[in-house]
């Protein structure tokens, strides 16, 4: 993960272990210290799931990547097109130059307020380090801010 981003760097790893904790460490960060926006709506992130394939090694070839040219890109919004059109939605960890396609799925969502899961460990709102832009161009574009950033317009 680059320096305040949560999102995984997977270039270099060398089996199941090291995947497992960067994946580990990053759905923490998103699950715990992110929220995703769009417009007056926010939602925490409740589940993820790691989709990777190394092309240029067999560290990890998972068939159920869709290894799609923008999934091999980092910090980008992936919208899945098949088998369905629109069918999920992934933050992309990939490098293309190291043959890397990944997608982190963003596999479940609850409300902040009066969602089952908020309602449940008593979230009003809660504590967060920053809110990911859904309409923003990508998940750290210059549009993205921190969540207490008073000068960003949500409009």
Known sequence: MG?????????????FKEIQERFMDAAQSIMVDYEIVRGANRWRTTALELYLFTETSNVWRDPNTHRNPEQAYSGTWYVHRRPMNRSGLDITAGNIRHGLYVGLLIRE???????????LVGIKGGVVSGVFNLESSSVEALDWRPRHDEQYDEA
């Open 3 to 15: 320096l305040g981003s949560p999102i995984p760097d997977f270039v270099g790893v060398s089996g």
């Open 109 to 119: 969502i609850d409300l902040i307020d009066g969602g089952p899961v908020a309602r």
